[in-house]
């Protein structure tokens, strides 16, 4: 048997529409909202309680917690092996387009094609994290799982599957856009991705330019080799103020260390803090090791 080629599988999970092959599958679909209803094939019901989101390309029941993606849907309805879910998704994307290359930019010496890039990938990172059930268990454990957080932060997930989505390797666009990345640093020498295996968290001024971008395996310490950061960053400063916005709308302002905790309704630590901070009452938010954000002051 073949071994599965993880950006192949990824690739596979974007691209099978769910609600296509659950038509298929014969199941009733009734639109609510942005959703479908059907069914749970996994647990007796009357009423649907299962969500399928064409969007995300992920299912959810509300009555017994299953959720996963096309591919989870596929194994577990079916009751096939991984491989044969593999090939099954296989030949159903021969009938469907692959998924466009990221188009190219002129230059990331300018700051509009540095941004443009510094989008686009972080786009594709947002869509990966709606498609990997790993990923999602991460933001459940967090306190992370809301998909208005998610979207207003622009969360993402780095699962090596960047590559596959440049254009080939032996073309001009393909070695431009592969040294851009580098450029950027979200590959390495090697070309790697840098933020692989990371939950993705871009630091957005008020502007909406990318200030910087922070990644955090989403596995314990004891999962890598000894060594590997757990916390990452592009190179360069560590700067900017992580949801800037939210000190123009409130007078209170909690600062805290982490983004993660940010994006739970904090702030992280940054640069712009002694201007604003004279003008705001600061409460700490002291439950992680947030001293360190506080002697940056
Ligand atoms: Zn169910």
């Given at each position: 048997m073949p071994r599965i080629n993880e950006a192949e599988l990824q690739h596979l999970k974007q691209a099978v529409s769910l609600v296509a092959l659950a038509q298929q599958q014969g199941r009733v679909l009734i639109k609510q909202g942005k959703e479908l209803m059907t069914l749970c094939p996994f647990h007796d019901e009357k009423t649907?309680?299962?969500?399928?989101?064409?969007?995300?390309?992920?299912?959810?029941?509300?009555?017994?917690?299953?959720?996963?993606?096309?591919?989870?849907?596929?194994?577990?309805?079916?009751?096939?092996?991984?491989?044969?879910?593999?090939?099954?998704?296989?030949?159903?994307?021969?009938?469907?387009?692959?998924?466009?290359?990221?188009?190219?930019?002129?230059?990331?010496?300018?700051?509009?094609?540095?941004?443009?890039?510094?989008?686009?990938?972080?786009?594709?990172?947002?869509?990966?994290?709606?498609?990997?059930?790993?990923?999602?268990?991460?933001?459940?454990?967090?306190?992370?799982?809301?998909?208005?957080?998610?979207?207003?932060?622009?969360?993402?997930?780095?699962?090596?599957?960047?590559?596959?989505?440049?254009?080939?390797?032996?073309?001009?666009?393909?070695?431009k856009m592969r040294q851009q990345l580098q450029q950027l640093g979200l590959t390495r020498g090697s070309g790697h991705e840098h933020f692989t295996g990371s939950l993705v968290i871009p630091v957005v001024g008020a502007n909406g330019e990318i200030g910087q971008i922070y990644g955090r395996k989403i596995y314990p310490a004891e999962n890598y080799r000894p060594g590997t950061p757990l916390h990452l960053y592009l190179s360069g400063r560590h700067q900017g103020v992580?949801?800037?916005?939210?000190?123009?709308?409130?007078?209170?302002?909690?600062?805290?260390?982490?983004?993660?905790?940010?994006?739970?309704?904090?702030?992280?630590?940054?640069?712009l803090w002694r201007?604003?901070?004279?003008?705001?009452?600061?409460?700490?938010?002291?439950?992680?090791r947030c001293q360190a954000g506080v002697d940056r002051l």
């Open positions: 649907p309680s299962m969500a399928l989101s064409p969007e995300k390309n992920l299912y959810h029941c509300f009555g017994c917690g299953e959720s996963g993606s096309v591919l989870d849907w596929l194994i577990k309805t079916e009751k096939i092996s991984l491989h044969k879910a593999y090939q099954r998704l296989c030949a159903e994307v021969g009938q469907v387009p692959q998924l466009a290359p990221l188009p190219p930019v002129a230059s990331v010496e300018e700051p509009a094609g540095r941004q443009a890039l510094l989008q686009q990938v972080l786009a594709l990172y947002q869509q990966t994290l709606f498609s990997s059930t790993e990923a999602q268990h991460y933001l459940q454990q967090r306190g992370l799982a809301d998909a208005e957080l998610v979207a207003h932060f622009q969360l993402g997930f780095a699962n090596r599957t960047l590559g596959y989505r440049l254009p080939a390797r032996k073309t001009r666009e393909g070695v992580f949801n800037e916005v939210a000190l123009l709308q409130h007078k209170t302002v909690v600062l805290c260390e982490s983004l993660i905790v940010g994006c739970r309704g904090a702030l992280c630590h940054g640069s201007q604003w901070c004279h003008r705001r009452s600061l409460a700490l938010f002291c439950r992680q």
